[in-house]
């Protein structure tokens, strides 16, 4: 490319690659793809009208689950078996086969359902700060008992129906697994070489670095920065990350925990605020991997969050990840800048606070 046509480029306006260096991938952005008149499909916006407490909902407290458990009248957060487990701990192993297109191993592992609040219409940003301390507090300790353990342990939160969530109650899920999952494999190679290499964390040095550019920042705090990373594939995805060099969810201060609520609930606040609806998302923790891998060197981690929400024009229209970007290549249409200014300036107000009622 001549110095001229770098000078004509305009990012908003003409499709180039960006590389993620978490994956080792590249993603497409073509901005003027938003141009487009949308004739597809409309979702179905989220329920606004959900009952506090509902006899019939299985989160909820005093319930009873399918099978037949009874759930505590909980009054913070609460932690349970899942009833439908995707990993046992007690699995038989499937054998080895030794054809090297026909490979098993064994999968063992834990699931777990936790409740963020006792009431089902109450989501994170709509809860008080305290509350979302708790939740973080829970979220530690969990690493802690099942990390002694297990070699992964993956926190996460599917948020609306979009997202596949079955119960609006606010929950998430934490699965512990006997093997390390591919995502967090591919994660830690990338990390590991580019420590290797620059002899700095990754993700340290990218916060620093977008702290400093300030182009992508959507909120931020003395200990925390929430970014639409510069290799955002998802519409309005945010990578969440601290300031300072952690490894793990336990190995945070309180003062930690407490700023990590204060950017959380600004943060979801303003995906609310985005198109006035509860915002819909996938969500979860990656951080450095735990069980026997927690007496190796592991300072090539870094704990980060990933936000995953599907909203690209409204709250009826998503992106879909499909044709080219499942035989291809990831691609999104607007850029990361353009998605981050709009987070930005979003109040941190929550639209249901400043609606009046009617009269």
Not at 110 to 120: D, I, Q, R, T, Y
Not at 159 to 180: D, E, R, T, Y
Request: with cysteine; proline share 10%; charged share 25%.
């Amino acid at each position: 490319m001549s110095a001229k046509d770098e000078g004509c480029f305009d990012p908003k306006e003409h499709q180039h690659l960006r590389y993620n260096p978490l994956r080792d991938t590249w993603v497409l952005v073509s901005a003027h793809r938003m141009k487009r008149p949308w004739a597809g499909q409309l979702e179905k916006p989220p329920e606004e009208q959900i009952p506090r407490s509902d006899p019939g909902n299985p989160l909820c407290p005093g319930n009873v689950r399918a099978k037949g458990m009874k759930n505590p009248d909980y009054d913070g957060t609460f932690v349970f078996e899942n009833d439908f487990p995707a990993l046992q701990p007690d699995a038989p192993d499937p054998g080895r086969n030794q054809h090297p297109l026909f490979q098993t191993k064994p999968a063992r592992g834990v699931c777990k359902v936790m409740c963020f609040h006792p009431w089902s219409d109450v989501t994170l940003p709509l809860m008080k700060k305290e509350e979302i301390v708790q939740v973080i507090d829970k979220w530690a300790e969990l690493v802690e008992e099942l990390g002694s353990t297990y070699p992964w342990v993956q926190i996460f939160e599917n948020k609306g129906a979009i997202m596949g969530c079955s119960n609006p109650h606010p929950h998430c899920q934490v699965w512990a697994s006997s093997f390390l999952p591919n995502e967090p494999t591919l994660s830690d190679g990338c990390q590991r070489r580019f420590y290797e290499k620059h002899r700095e964390p990754l993700l340290l040095q990218y916060a620093t670095q977008e702290a400093e550019k300030k182009e992508r920042v959507v909120v931020e705090n003395a200990f925390w920065l929430a970014v639409v990373p510069y290799w955002a594939t998802w519409p309005f995805q945010v990578l969440l990350l601290p300031r300072r060099h952690v490894l793990r969810l336990n190995d945070l201060t309180a003062e930690e925990r407490e700023e990590l609520a204060d950017i959380m609930k600004r943060l979801l606040t303003k995906y609310d605020n985005l198109f006035e609806v509860s915002f819909p998302y996938s969500m979860g923790w990656h951080g450095a991997p735990t069980g026997p891998h927690l007496k190796e060197d592991n300072c090539h981690w870094q704990l980060h969050a990933h936000y995953y929400p599907p909203l690209l024009r409204s709250a009826t229209v998503k992106k879909f990840m499909v044709g080219y970007e499942m035989l291809a290549q990831e691609q999104r249409d607007l850029t990361p800048e353009q998605a981050a200014e709009k987070l930005r300036n979003l109040p941190e107000e929550h639209y249901k606070s400043r609606k009046t009622p009617e009269k």
